[in-house]
């Protein structure tokens, strides 16, 4: 119950905006997601009390992006700051959405929430509150790149959010990069609308600092014949959980994700997928990467759900997982629940260790021991890195960052 | 078979080697002594310790020398890495090459190459450099280029692992190959392929150890030596007519040699 005293007693919940009382009181009923549930029973208890346990924060110090713009055309954005963005080109337009709009498609999507399967959404819209919620509307063609950071401060428990739709027609590449401070905790909760022929290259990048922790849920609706395209890279938290939900509305659409997560220490990282083909023709390719070390947990449940209405669906996902240390623990799970009966799906899953025998074939042509695992770890990376949208010099940076110890 | 002069130092000596696993002996006194320039093939039965003897040469950490040395350029190896006797110019080409899911080829071999260029003073390649190097290599054993982007030898048939250890010997441009039935498996095609990259690296500085079942490799390549081992010796030597003779002959008369010893 604590975390919902922690909500009410906020100090600022004399505004709080119709969506965050209904959430709350969505939660009120089941104020913490169902520990046996598959969704969570692997979830490290203490951890996700870490995570619970900030304070919330609402208000952002000024925070500095730390790394360089990826060129001067690209459109960056800070969720938690003040814009009034309405960007009108001859070719295309990045408008925010109005208050109503905002608040009519939230709403909605509340209406189809699961009290557990959503929960990391009811508790982001109990806490954003209107200044972190970010609603764009987005329209045309040769838009340039976007980027959109979130980020929690030190000490604190922040809630982002962020809406797009994309109009039909239109198609974009958007990085979305969340970044913990050291001991923080950040929900961050995306909604996606792709309309008809609108297609998106989806970047996730999030890694904290000491002790961070995060809750990602991501919402994807795609209409007929959009494509929607993520690659994803998670690392660097005390905990963190990526939560994927992706619903082809009438089916006839292309979906493709490469996610990978890295653990190291005592980190636990979990990715969880849903995707449901609510129609015919529906295209999947899904890849999920997971890389422990010491003795840290990474977890990838995948279901692909494939009803009546969904003949012809081609689905295929794959979970490729190493381990690094014999500490190390990888839980990977895909899950198909299929009910129509023309389809093509195909999933598996493999956990790997670089055996001696590998290691004596490398050496045999010169490549020493440290560079072997280099190797490894390079080409295992390389795979989803080439998946998302960002400038080489910015890889640069982020490849310090997984190298570091 | 004639005597050559030997004007210029060895490349390889292996001197009354023995060597075990597990305290299992498996080598039991095999002396071979390879100039540059020269080409010696190994054959016996299975099981009679050829590979062993390949993997030995190369490191493997598995085998133990109980007795005996190897010496490469004139000096011991016997404790030196794999990776350090690969990049002074060693090359071991697997009967059965490793799959490793997940090593890109391409930026296996690159590394490698440049482990390898290292060690001879020669610049580190960066991609676009290797890739000229690799395309100009690939078009020596017929491979194309798709083979680059996937992992290290996942899902290659066998004719094509066996391409792959001649791509990485083309690359790697060692003094000795020893290439353990690299032969096996291939179709004519492929054979003449692997036997005229086995030409292309060899020259007056190289040696060249071919470990086969199969007189078909030795009718491309002649040797100047075959040897015949049994139960982890080297128990006679001849030229390449003595191929042929066991080609008729058998493995049979090997066994008697053994009691006798
Ligand atoms: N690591 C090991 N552990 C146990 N036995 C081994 C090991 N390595 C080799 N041996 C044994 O040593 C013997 C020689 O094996 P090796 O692979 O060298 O034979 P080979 O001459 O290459 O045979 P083939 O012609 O079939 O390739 C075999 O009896 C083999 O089982
Ligand atoms: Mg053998």
Known sequence: MEIIEKIKNNKLIDNQTEIQKICLHK????????????????????????????????????????????????????????YQIKIIEENYSIQQLSEDELDKHIKEQISYFDQNENWSDLLNLSLS???????L??????????????????????AKTL?????????????????????????????FCLEENSSVNHGVVSYGENRSNLLNSLNVIQQKNS????????????????????????????????????????????????????????????????????????????????????????????????????LAQIDTKPQLEIIADDVKCKHGATISQLNEEELFYMRTRGITLPEASKLQLSSYFQEIISFIPVSKDRWDLLDKLLNEK | ?????????????????????????????????????????????????????????????????TNGDIKFSGANINSLEP?????????????????????????????????????????????????????????????????LTRSVNQGFSGGEKKRNEILQMALLEPKIAILDETDSGLDIDALRIVASGIKKISNAQTGIILITHYQRLLDEIEPNYVHVMADGQIIKTGGSDLALELEKKGYEWTDNFVKET
């Open chain 1, 137 to 158: 509307k987005i329209n045309g063609s040769k838009i340039p790149p976007i980027e959109i950071f979130s980020h929690a401060s030190s000490n604190s428990l922040n």
């Open chain 1, 27 to 82: 939660l009120q009923s089941s104020p913490l997601p169902n520990p046996k549930s598959e969704l969570w029973r692997l979830s490290n208890k203490s951890k996700f009390s870490d995570f619970l346990d900030y304070s919330i924060n609402e208000k952002d110090p000024k925070f500095d992006i730390p790394y360089p713009k990826n060129s001067q055309s690209t459109i960056r954005l800070i969720i938690g700051e003040s």
């Open chain 2, 83 to 147: 990776e350090e006797r690969a990049q002074s110019g060693i090359f071991l080409g697997f009967q059965y090459p490793i799959e490793i899911p997940g090593v890109s080829n391409l930026e296996f071999l690159r590394v490698s190459t440049n482990a390898r260029r290292k060690f001879l003073n020669k610049e580190e390649l960066d991609t676009f450099d290797f890739e000229e190097l690799v395309k100009e290599k690939l078009e020596l054993v017929k491979m194309d280029h798709a083979f």
């Open chain 1, 163 to 191: 809406v797009i739709f994309l109009e039909k027609n239109c198609d974009i590449d958007l990085l979305q990069v969340n970044l913990g401070e050291e001991n923080s905790s950040l929900s961050q909760s995306t909604f």
């Open chain 1, 227 to 326: 494509e929607y395209n993520l690659g994803s890279l998670h690392f660097k938290f005390n905990f963190a959980r990526f939560e994927i939900r992706i619903k082809q509305s009438a089916g006839n659409a292309k979906t493709n994700i490469k996610s990978m997560q890295i653990t190291k220490k005592d980190e636990q990282i979990s990715t969880y997928t849903k995707i449901d083909f609510n129609g015919p023709n529906g295209f999947l390719d899904q890849l999920n990467k997971s890389l422990a070390d010491d003795k840290s947990h990474a977890i990838f449940e995948g279901s692909i759900i494939v009803p009546k209405i969904a003949q012809k669906t081609d689905a295929s996902q794959l979970s490729r997982n190493l381990l690094l240390s014999n």
């Open chain 2, 1 to 65: 078979m004639a005597s050559k002069m030997k004007e210029s130092d060895p490349i390889l000596e292996v001197e009354n080697l023995f060597a075990s696993t597990d305290n299992l002996p498996i080598l039991k006194g095999v002396s071979l002594t390879v100039y540059p320039g020269e080409i010696h093939a190994i054959m016996g039965r299975n099981g009679c310790g050829k590979s062993t003897l390949s993997k030995i040469i190369a490191g493997h950490p598995s085998y133990n020398i």
């Open chain 1, 129 to 135: 509150c209107t200044k972190n919620i970010l609603g």
